[in-house]
């Protein structure tokens, strides 16, 4: 557990970044980066734990963790088959704040809110003041449930649903445990990574009561954003009696080469965490200045295949509108079942 007196004082009275000036200046970044910043944060704000900066490179507009968060110019330039619901999140919503999409689960949209805004965002357009369920009140999307025997998995998502106080949280999983035929809660979340003092006691406590069975999926990126504070929430988090899975996004100039990868799963596996899945970008307007093409994520899939034993390979996916499960990624000879 991570105590939050443990934090400078500066970090627990304003735990967040969310000027680009302030940013730049605190990683000693050249001041032409500012405009584009301001710019496209117009559209998508900044937002970022200090303590997340605190993991940053300075002077090194190209680290890794800044990229995924730092508003740039490439967000503001229009790209062709990139859209702003590139999931199809809208179109599978089965009441308010409930998206419907695959058998056996549904997931929960309980907030909107994040510790931090990553600019490859898939949802960084989506309607959350009509389609988020802590808006709503949780009885439709408990109805919902109640409603459909078929569905045995519950995914708690946002926003970040560790956004929400442990009071709400107790209060959406005391109703989930009326739904008899729900046997398993998911909650992905970015929090143990990027502000891993919000695993704290009253977290720990609310999660070890749940009766249900428990997973957690962090969303990790590179091996820079595992330091021991996350690991210590992650050894928490599963001493609480969840099971902990990463996915990680393949993004351009971030974690796009066999070593970053590598790196990524050694780093997870000594935290307690197991790779599950590598995304293909999900194809959001304004992030297409990450996407990595298809062939070059085989490549790198396959040799990191290569160098790590299974259990560290994350599956190669990508999320395709109406399909009824992520879909693997595969070369041409796997396809034709050569």
Known sequence: MIAATSLPSQFRNDPYITDPAELCAALDLDPALLEPAF??????????????????RRGDPRDPLLLQVLP????????ADFT????????????????????????????????????????????????SAL????????????????????????????????????????????????????IHTRYPVVQPERIDA??????????LQKVVVIHANHANEIDEPVRRACAELATAGATLLNQSVLLAGVNDSVAALAQLSEALFAAR????YLHLL?????????????????????ELTARLPGYLV???????????????????HERSGE
Not at 84 to 104: C, E, F, I, R
Not at 282 to 302: I, N, P, T, W, Y
């Open 135 to 186: 808006r709503q009140g949780w009885q439709p999307v408990i109805a919902r449930l109640q409603a459909d025997a078929s569905i045995h998995e519950v995914i708690l998502s946002g926003g970040d649903p560790l956004s929400l106080s442990d009071r709400r949280l107790t209060q959406l999983t005391d109703e989930l445990q009326a739904v008899r035929h729900v046997r398993r809660l998911r």
């Open 84 to 131: 702003t619901d590139p999931v199809g999140d809208l179109a599978s919503s089965a009441a308010p704040g409930l998206l419907h999409k695959y058998a056996g689960r549904a997931l929960v949209v309980a907030t909107g809110a994040c510790a931090v805004h990553c600019r490859y965002c898939f949802r960084r357009h989506f309607p959350y003041s009509e389609q």
């Open 202 to 211: 009253g977290l720990l406590k609310w999660l070890a009561g749940v009766p």
């Open 282 to 302: 999900d194809k959001v307007q304004g992030a297409a200045h990450f996407d990595v093409d298809e062939r070059r994520a085989l490549d790198l899939h396959r």
């Open 39 to 56: 710019a496209a944060a117009r559209e998508f704000p900044l937002r970022v734990p200090r303590g997340y900066v605190a993991r940053m």
């Open 72 to 79: 740039g110019a490439a967000e503001l330039v229009a790209a």
């Open 314 to 332: 994350p599956r190669l996916v990508r999320e395709v509108v109406g399909a009824p499960a992520k879909m693997a990624v595969l070369d041409s």
């Open 273 to 276: 965490v197991l790779p599950y």
